[in-house]
């Protein structure tokens, strides 16, 4: 199974900040890697789709990069609706997986 | 617009089985498979599988082969989750996903306790 090791698990930022949330595999996954945003309660919401795709009706402030085994969500300029999980999701191949998320707060 | 809608809250005892569903709505239900996605509390999420939604073919992921039953109502775009012999570390939130993952249903708290 390909394993994603996202990176911090924990993000303490001020509004305006500059946010980036880290995710690598165990192996290449070319592209195929997604980031969504998960508040509590609620169904994930895709951000990023194909590492640096924005999905439809995402505020630009969001991006995506990376291929290959190395990807980055960027926030840049945070704001305080954008407080949430963040997670990253390999569709490589199967098994499919997610990295153990971001947890996101304002400082 | 493009929605999953899934069925609401289950409380069920170690045993027993458990089906929740997925209606879509918004597009065409055999263009895209869908997926199901388990959340465990305060844990990450975990990729069960996925059913064929024209062929009606269940894939399930190594932990989710034997209890966990894929099936689809077709003919009502919904796509359904059977569990059975439920035990405690079932208790987690379900959701379906249409493929790519663009769209996902709220989810289904399912717990198990005696």
């Known amino acids: 199974d390909i394993q994603m090791t996202q990176s911090p698990s924990f993000l303490s930022a001020s509004v305006g900040d500059r946010v980036t949330i880290n995710c690598k595999a165990s192996?290449?996954?070319?592209?195929?890697l997604n980031w969504y945003q998960q508040k509590l309660g609620e169904a994930p919401k895709l951000l990023i789709y194909n590492a640096n795709s924005l999905q439809t009706g995402i505020p630009s402030r969001f991006s995506g990069s990376g291929s290959g085994t190395d990807f980055t969500l960027t926030i840049s300029s945070l704001q305080p609706e954008d407080v949430a999980t963040y997670f990253c999701?390999?569709?490589?191949?199967?098994?499919?997986?997610f990295g153990a998320g971001t947890k996101l707060e304002l400082k | 617009q493009i929605q999953l809608v899934q069925s609401g809250p289950e409380l069920k005892k170690p045993g027993e089985s458990v089906k929740i569903s997925c209606k879509a709505s918004g597009y065409t239900f055999t263009d895209y498979a869908m997926h199901w996605v388990k959340q465990a509390p305060g844990k990450g999420l975990k990729w069960m599988g996925w059913i064929n939604t024209y062929t009606g073919k269940p894939t399930y992921a190594d932990d989710f082969k034997g209890r966990f039953v894929f099936s689809l109502e077709a003919s009502a775009s919904t796509a359904n989750l059977q569990i059975s012999n439920l035990k405690n570390e079932d208790t987690a939130t379900y959701f379906c996903a249409r493929n790519y993952f663009d769209y996902w249903g709220q989810g289904v708290m399912v717990t198990v306790s005696s």
């Open positions: 999701l390999q569709h490589n191949s199967w098994p499919y997986t």
């Open positions: 192996q290449n996954i070319n592209r195929y």
